[in-house]
């Protein structure tokens, strides 16, 4: 019985390797972190309005801040998120 977990848990963890290996190969990386409530609410209400994958919602946002900034706008949505109390 023992062995048998074993075995199941090296076989998940083969399936889990091998996942980021691909992901890796197709040059994306895996990125973590907390986020506050109100972060946690934003993200659920865009995961509903789009229909986004985890990943997707990400990349997504990220590309949207990185934009704001290379055209001088991050003062602007940081306003907008204290004026709505996001």
């Known amino acids: ?3 048998e977990k ?10 889990q390797r091998r996942f980021r290996e691909r992901q ?5 990386k895996m990125i ?3 986020v506050s409530p109100q972060a946690q609410i934003c993200y659920d209400e865009i995961r509903e309005k ?3 994958s985890d990943s997707e919602t990400l ?4 590309r949207v801040l990185f934009a704001a900034y ?3 706008q991050i003062k602007l949505l940081n306003e907008w998120l204290k004026d709505h109390k996001r």
């Open 1 to 3: 019985m023992k062995n």
């Open 6 to 15: 074993n075995e199941i848990s090296s076989a998940n963890a083969e399936k």
């Open 24 to 28: 890796k190969q197709a040059g994306k």
């Open 32 to 34: 973590r972190g907390y």
């Open 50 to 52: 789009t229909g986004w």
């Open 59 to 62: 990349s997504n946002a990220l």
């Open 70 to 72: 290379k055209c001088g």
